[in-house]
């Protein structure tokens, strides 16, 4: 079975500007997280998607944002990026269902955004 | 809240040694604790998990983790240290309560360095 991709791996962009991160889950998986990796912060929650609702949110502005299609394809969307945004940014699924999981997540190898 | 501690930013140990990297939790719930693992440059890639039943759990690569409910604590253990193994280890928490969703809160990280 084919890992977790995410597009672009790397990605540069200026302040002020928007950027659309992709990630493509484990066929079967419905679960798609994401999570924000900086050396200052470390990992953090941004939200889950689960059967193309938002599940679960972190404590993010609303700059941050996110869908997922029907395929369980996962977008990710930063508005006005601000120079705090640089990160890797990493995306992951899991089998799930809708009353709970114990299922471990799998990780794509991440974008990596640098905001100039 | 929940919360995951891992108290060491480093550990090292000589190639044939055992292994212990620490983490300890706290949940309002029954935890479900995850360890992963990641190397440079590279997304997070699971070792094991600990959901219910046996306190000791075996992993990819010959990791292992015990689960101590007294102690709150989920710590990484290996029998014998391989200089592959240097990398950076994370454990995570989801709490029961939660309900349906994948919201992992990740511990700090522990960079693992196993030298000749």
């Known amino acids: 079975k084919a890992g977790v991709t995410q597009t672009p791996r790397y990605l540069i962009k200026t302040r002020g500007q928007q950027v659309t991160l992709s990630c493509s889950p484990i066929?079967?998986?419905?679960?798609v997280s994401w999570y924000q990796q900086t050396p200052g912060q470390g990992l953090q929650f941004l939200f889950e998607?689960?059967?193309?609702?938002?599940?679960n949110k972190g404590n993010f502005p609303g700059r941050f944002s996110g869908r997922q299609f029907s395929n369980s394809r996962s977008e990710m969307n930063v508005s006005t990026l601000e120079l705090g945004d640089s990160a890797l940014y990493l995306c992951?699924?899991?089998?799930?269902?809708?009353?709970?999981?114990?299922?471990?997540?799998?990780f794509g190898p991440g974008t990596r955004l640098t905001v100039t | 809240a929940q919360s995951v501690a891992q108290p060491e930013d480093q550990v090292n140990v000589a190639e044939g040694n055992p292994l212990t990297v620490k983490c300890t939790y706290s949940?309002?719930?029954?935890?479900?604790l995850f360890w992963y693992v990641q190397y440079p440059n590279r997304g997070l890639q699971f070792l094991l998990k600990?959901?219910?039943?046996?306190?000791l759990v075996k992993g990819s690569y010959g990791f292992e983790a015990e689960f101590n409910k007294s102690q709150t604590s989920f710590h990484l253990k290996k029998p014998s240290a391989l200089v592959s193994d240097s990398a950076l280890y994370f454990c995570?928490?989801?709490?029961?309560?939660?309900?349906?969703?994948?919201?992992?809160?990740f511990g700090t990280g522990t960079q693992l360095k196993v030298e000749l």
């Open positions: 949940v309002s719930g029954n935890p479900y």
């Open positions: 066929s079967g998986h419905r679960s």
């Open positions: 998607y689960f059967s193309e609702t938002q599940r």
């Open positions: 995570a928490v989801r709490d029961s309560l939660t309900g349906g969703g994948n919201k992992l809160t």
């Open positions: 600990y959901i219910t039943g046996d306190n």
């Open positions: 992951a699924s899991s089998l799930s269902s809708v009353t709970g999981s114990s299922y471990e997540q799998y």
